[in-house]
């Protein structure tokens, strides 16, 4: 299988899931005051679908913070096969109710699937990344990209979205949540479409090296 249509499957099928599975995991809550309050709004690229509970990049990030002594309390509120037209609905309550300091958008993979109009992407992130600003907390874009196989012009303009939020609404970008993943067969679990365990330390990192410098004084 070429890489472009591995890709294509773990894209299309990873981000998507026919039942979809709400997640609302605390990751290492200690109460304590100091403590940085994280949230997480994903799809099925979060909600550690079809991989034992823990072992997902949500996991392992509480994991690696702790080794750079940042204390976090991570909440992970992912839907598998979520948009960004879900995340938009929920995240009001979700902030009013955790009151985060940091929240992670990682949407976006679903509205590609279903050939949603661009427009409406950029719109929804950004409205999530403002919401998100607004209630005092930062924000941070977590990219995605398809191949070309959706259409290059598609496609391209897809991958630019998340640019544009960012710049828009002064969050910060992960270019690519699946960089040295979705091209590589050994990161994808048995059925060939979501990324297994082995993927998930690489996912961690790409978001790990954007999120750590604005968790630390």
């Known amino acids: 299988m070429s890489s472009f249509s591995q890709r294509r499957r773990l894209v299309s099928l990873a981000l998507f899931s026919f039942l979809p599975l709400i997640t609302l995991t605390a990751w290492g809550q200690t109460g304590s005051p100091t403590a940085i309050r994280i949230l997480i709004v994903g799809d099925s690229l979060s909600s550690e679908y079809g991989i034992t509970r823990g072992t997902g990049w949500v996991a392992l990030l509480k994991q690696a913070l702790s080794a750079q002594r940042v204390e976090t309390d991570i909440l992970n509120a992912s839907i598998s096969g979520d948009t960004?037209?879900?995340g938009v609905t929920r995240l009001k309550r979700l902030l009013d109710k955790h009151t985060p300091a940091l929240v992670i958008i990682e949407l976006g993979g679903n509205d590609a699937l279903r050939g949603l109009p661009l427009e409406m992407t950029q719109q929804n992130l950004r409205t999530m990344a403002k919401q998100a600003t607004a209630a005092g907390a930062k924000a941070v874009v977590v990219g995605m990209q398809i191949p070309p196989n959706y259409g290059r012009e598609y496609a391209t303009g897809f991958k630019d979205v998340f640019e544009k939020v960012a710049k828009?609404?002064?969050?910060?970008?992960?270019?690519?949540?699946?960089?040295?993943?979705a091209a590589d067969p050994k990161y994808l679990q048995t059925d060939n479409?979501?990324?297994n365990e082995l993927a998930q330390p690489?996912?961690?990192?790409?978001?790990l090296e954007v999120i750590l410098p604005l968790l630390k004084p």
């Open 193 to 195: 479409l979501h990324p």
């Open 168 to 181: 828009e609404s002064g969050a910060s970008l992960v270019p690519f949540l699946l960089e040295g993943v």
């Open 202 to 207: 690489r996912m961690m990192r790409n978001v």
């Open 84 to 86: 960004t037209s879900g």
